[in-house]
Nanobody
Framework: QVQLVESGGGLGQAGGSLTVSCAASAASARTFSLYAMGWFRQAPGKERDIVAAIHKSGTTTYYADSVKVRFTISRDNAKNTVYLRMDSLMPTDTAIYFC????????????????WGLGTKVTVSA
């Protein structure tokens, strides 16, 4: 079992930046580096979509077309934490952001992920 806790959400302005973090619990720390990690988001009334994913080593990343160039996923296995830096924010980035872990090498869709956090809300004002 992997327990994940997101933090860092809040209110941002269009054109600005926010960083959200996802930390594995102490009980999950030993296995964190064995899993690929991903960020998803769910806007009101919409499905949950993948935003970005990162290989367990951090060497390979994947981004949804809507966030390429603007968002950066990274991880620090020593801190059992994955980050999502969001630049050039747009109101359409408003959503609840979830992190998730996957035993696959290059997961890119929701079914590939096994464990999920509860999410952190990001609101971007115009």
């Amino acid at each position: 079992q992997v327990q994940l806790v997101e933090s860092g959400g809040g209110l941002g302005q269009a054109g600005g930046s926010l960083t959200v973090s996802c930390a594995a619990s102490a009980a999950s720390a030993r296995t964190f580096s064995l899993y690929a990690m991903g960020w998803f988001r769910q806007a009101p009334g919409k499905e949950r979509d993948i935003v970005a994913a990162i290989h367990k080593s951090g060497t390979t990343t994947y981004y949804a077309d809507s966030v390429k160039v603007r968002f950066t996923i990274s991880r620090d296995n020593a801190k059992n934490t994955v980050y999502l830096r969001m630049d050039s924010l747009m109101p359409t980035d408003t959503a609840i952001y979830f992190c998730a872990s996957s035993p696959l090498l290059t997961p890119t869709t929701s079914p590939h992920f096994r464990y999920w956090g509860l999410g952190t809300k990001v609101t971007v004002s115009a």
